[in-house]
């Protein structure tokens, strides 16, 4: 029997057509939630960090970081190894996690109107049609957020990411999970040794994706007889050094025959290639309202291999580090709005493990007593050399991560 993985819109009915799938061919049913807790558990991940990388939009400091892309290499490892049995349910999110070149998998979709979905919703949990809809286009919003990370595509339901579409406002419970099984038992999804093989490749590739994340890569992973193929979508300048690191990562890997590598087409577009560096810090914001000077600032702190996001007020600064904590802040002191005194204040008040470095062009000693009062790790003037400032967001980086150790 095949596996089957169903991906469903909100308040579709997605679930109970799962579980009476389930029931109906004496599958296991594995959702989102249990790949979490398992994923959790096998690699000593915090399971909000795994709910986040599924469902929540990329951190502004992602692009420094990979947390999303490490996360779901340990999410797509734990569900290759699931697919060494068949007669599973994927429900959720993670059924997109499966490639499409295992035969034996049928790939449902199960998707209705607005109107039928508002409906629904309304009838659940009451409320005005206007706050359903508004509901109702933030989970669209995610659907299509995860779709366009995992396929680079805009349209959650593309007739090609499934094998067919079940709408439940033309349909019912009953017929909808019989059309579901009856295609289930079919002989075109029969588990083969080829399929089987498919299955391995998965699990072999996934093996690979791990390892590379573990050194701080992040590239392509496809494996098909056993021989893996990495695609470099970022460009980089030594291309030459790069692949033999790749390969020698990916070639140490049980099971690999062969690795090739070539640059897919992102590798020709403006954005660098960038292995995660553990030794430095990954997630800075800086903070300043003269949007010049803080790009120029960026710019000369990647060239140092140290990566920052960038906003440009104190509003913005708060948001941030309440969206995602980053370890090291670099703040300016006046700005419009809410100021830098007390932007430092609330972070250091409600997120006492960030080490901020106040870097100002209006300061004096009694600003800067105040701001070290309040819990800055340093403090800087403009002009401020660029060499002095990399080694002050080092040390502040080693005090953040010793905070953490104790």
Not at 332 to 338: A, F, Q, R, S
């Amino acid at each position: 029997m095949p596996v089957i993985a169903l991906f469903s819109g909100t308040h579709c009915h997605g679930e109970e057509v799962a579980r009476k799938v389930a029931e109906s061919l004496g599958y296991k049913l594995f959702d989102d939630q249990a790949l979490m807790v398992e994923t959790g558990k096998r690699f000593q991940l915090d399971e909000g960090k795994l709910e986040r990388a599924i469902f929540g939009k990329p951190s502004i400091f992602n692009k420094f970081t990979h947390e999303k892309e490490r996360a779901v290499a340990c999410l797509k490892n734990v569900l290759a190894n699931r697919m060494q049995d068949d007669q599973q349910l994927v429900l959720g999110y993670s059924s997109h996690l499966i490639p499409r070149g295992i035969a034996h998998v049928l790939k449902v979709g199960i998707i209705a109107d607005m109107k039928y979905r508002v409906g629904q919703l309304m009838e659940k949990q009451g409320g005005s049609e206007k706050d359903a809809l508004k509901k109702l286009h933030r989970d669209d919003e995610c659907l299509a957020t995860w779709i366009d990370y995992c396929f680079s595509a805009k349209d959650p339901w593309a007739p090609d990411f499934y094998d067919m579409i079940i709408p439940m406002d033309k349909s019912n419970l009953p017929n909808a999970v019989g059309l579901i099984c009856d295609n289930a038992r079919k002989e075109v999804l029969k588990v083969s040794e080829a399929s089987m093989r498919a299955v391995e490749d998965f699990r072999l590739a996934t093996q690979v994706e791990l390892a590379l994340a573990k050194e701080g890569h992040q590239v392509g992973v496809i494996a098909r007889e056993a021989v893996v193929t990495l695609t470099i979508n970022k460009h980089v300048l030594k291309l030459a050094a790069l692949e033999t690191d790749l390969k020698k990562i990916a070639g140490g890997i049980a099971g690999v025959k062969e690795v090739e590598t070539k640059v897919g087409p992102g590798y020709y577009q403006t954005d660098i290639y960038r292995k995660f560096d553990f030794d430095v810090p990954s997630k800075v914001l800086l903070v300043d309202d003269e949007r010049e000077f803080i790009h120029m600032l960026s710019d000369r702190l990647e060239m140092r291999e140290l990566g920052a996001a960038v906003v440009y007020d104190g509003e913005q600064a708060l948001a941030a580090v309440h969206e995602d904590e980053p370890e090291v802040m670099v703040l300016d002191l006046k700005m419009p709005g809410i100021d830098g005194i007390e932007v430092l204040r609330r972070v250091k008040t409600e997120h006492p493990n960030v080490e901020v470095i106040v870097l100002t062009g209006h300061g004096s000693e009694e600003i800067r007593k105040h701001c070290m009062e309040l819990g800055a790790c340093a403090y800087l003037e403009k002009p401020v050399d660029i060499e002095t400032l990399t080694k002050t967001m080092k040390e502040a980086y080693r005090k953040a991560q010793q905070k953490k150790a104790t």
